[in-house]
């Protein structure tokens, strides 16, 4: 049957399985936009307040629920908007497909009305990205980029359509998703394994670090049998968290910059290091000379290109970790070890996280919060103090459950995201942690949550600084307090309401409780500006470009 353009982008869609898309229209993407109230029914369109927004909702989307998230814009600023999105996306792995429609074909290159080049800008951050200028191109172009979005490691994918292409006309003919790209997979050897039974064996102190890949790829099941068996303590990285279940009594919690004590030092003196799905960022292993250097290291990943990028390993495997942790798991004999785990317990207890109880501090809300939600929420994060406070102080048993920007480190990316998660899973609890800073970039789409009723929480930390900045221009910058005082009269209370929202103002402890049960109670969305000291600080820490043993806190400034 022949179809336009712009239908066949939206059958396409329907093809994937696609029921819900994030966007913001122009003159360019119209015929995409009529195609797609054409298909109301089967599509949900929501339209957020800023491309930078659906952007942000799409891959919170993604993150909750492993599938493709899809966001939508038209030409010039319009695409350009998508790009921090994109780009937040991209460092984190996380499955989206962009599309955006450009000026017509004869206009290209002619520096005409809201032009540009998306896709020679979001090359460098996408997995693959497209101007499709044939329209017998287009059907086979988007199924492609959702086939790439998906495999091996997942990623965002860009593709840009003039509006001609849109509105011209071809045989359209539907298929099954991919069928029309097989996945070569690299074949996982039993030499392979059988190398790493032998590590795993010659081991006395062996330590497991949980990366983003063990989320992706869906292997909790097998990393809690390969823990069981191995008998490890185990850490994990921001994005990591969930995989693991951080009720467990060998979980040490987070390593890295602001990671325990007890798991810096438990990776520092262990004899062999399982890095399982991470990409070793310079947050995590601190100065990479000194990372875990007693150890043997051994690294399960998806990307080949990841292998010695950052850490010298002593032998990888390379293939999606749920795959290899079962086979290693059907040959792994059950290990012992007491002592080390005994030790790495002690460490727990005499390095365990500590903050002020007497006021009212994120610690404390973020405890508070996973007390009345036990556990069961889904958190999303900007960035920033916060963002280490909710890793820290917040319990998480089940991957999927954090949502953070962890690669880029985008400011402005929660509302977004808690958005799209709410979206994907209606029923449960969604909380923004957003530092006041964070909050006032992409405040608006609580309109968005307003103009649908998506009831999300957005919890505002407001210390009236950019108070990771902050921290850093304490200790390393003389207290010199260089554009990071947020002082005006912005009432984020009548901000949201004059969004359309709820909000609360929180200014003591005994204010916490009523207003956190307020709001997980609420059917609208609500937001709850809290008030603390500017100058709380997130411990541990370890300086930049120190040793991970390093890690310091208040008591150790104090000797």
């Known amino acids: 049957m022949k179809l336009t353009g712009a239908d066949i982008i939206v059958e396409c869609l329907l093809e994937q399985g696609v029921d819900t898309v994030f966007g913001y229209p122009g003159g360019a993407i119209l015929n995409v936009y009529d195609s797609l109230y054409k298909k109301s029914d089967k599509i949900h369109h929501y339209l957020t307040s800023h491309e930078q927004g659906a952007s942000h909702a799409a891959d919170g989307y993604a993150r909750a629920t492993g599938k493709v998230g899809v966001c939508l814009a038209t030409s010039g600023p319009g695409a350009t908007n998508l790009v921090t999105g994109i780009a937040t996306a991209y460092m984190d792995s996380v499955p989206m497909v962009a599309i955006t429609c450009n000026v017509t ?67 359209y003919e539907p298929v099954v998703p991919d069928r029309y790209l097989p996945v070569k997979k690299r074949p996982i050897k039993d030499a392979e394994i059988d190398q790493v039974i032998s590590m795993i064996n010659a081991s006395k102190k062996p330590f497991v670090m949980v990366g983003g890949g063990a989320v992706i790829s869906g292997a909790s099941d097998e990393l809690r049998t390969f823990v069981d068996k191995i008998d490890a303590p185990v850490c994990d990285t921001l994005m990591g968290k969930g995989a693991f279940n951080g009720t467990d009594s060998r979980y040490t919690g987070m390593i890295g910059m602001h990671g325990t004590k007890a798991s810096n030092l438990g990776v520092s003196r262990c004899d062999l290091l399982i890095a399982l799905g991470a990409r070793f960022s310079d947050r995590v292993i601190g100065n990479a000379k000194t990372f875990a250097s007693g150890a043997k290291i051994l690294h399960i990943d998806v990307d080949p290109a990841e292998i010695n990028k950052n850490i010298k390993v002593d032998f990888s495997v390379i293939g999606d970790l749920k795959e290899v942790l079962e086979k290693i798991n059907e040959k792994l004999t059950q290990q012992s070890h007491p002592d080390w785990l005994k030790y790495t317990s002690q460490l727990k207890a005499s390095y365990p996280l500590n903050y002020d109880h007497k006021k009212l501090t994120c610690p404390a809300i973020i405890q508070k919060l996973d007390e009345l939600t036990e556990g069961n929420a889904i958190i999303t994060t900007d960035v920033g103090q916060h963002q280490m406070w909710a890793a820290q102080y917040y319990t998480y048993t089940r991957p999927r459950t954090l949502i953070s920007s962890g690669g880029l480190g985008t400011m402005g990316y929660g509302i977004g995201a808690a958005i799209g998660a709410k979206i994907a899973h209606p029923d449960r609890t969604v909380i923004n942690i957003g530092g006041d800073g964070c909050f006032r970039m992409n405040m608006n789409e609580l309109a968005t949550a307003s103009r649908y009723n998506i009831p999300i929480i957005a919890i505002v930390i407001d210390n009236h600084v950019l108070g990771m900045v902050r921290q850093w221009q304490t200790l390393y910058y003389g207290a010199r307090y260089s554009a990071t005082i947020i002082e005006d009269k912005v009432d984020y209370c009548k901000v949201a309401e004059g969004l359309g929202c709820r909000a609360i103002n929180v200014t003591s402890l005994s204010e916490l409780e009523p207003a956190l049960k307020e709001a997980i109670a609420s059917t609208e969305p609500i937001l709850v500006n809290c008030v603390i000291d500017e100058d709380d600080k997130v411990f541990p820490m370890v300086s930049p470009g120190a040793s991970i043993e390093e890690a310091f806190d208040e008591k150790d400034m104090m000797k």
């Open 105 to 171: 074909l004869p206009l290209l290159g002619k520096d005409s009305f809201q032009e540009v080049d998306i896709n020679g800008i979001a090359m460098p951050v996408t997995k693959h990205s497209w101007i499709v200028k044939d329209v017998n191109d287009l059907a086979q172009t988007i199924r492609y980029a959702f086939a790439i979005a998906r495999t091996g490691r997942p990623g965002p994918v860009l593709v840009d359509v003039p509006k001609d292409v849109t509105g011209a006309e071809c045989e």
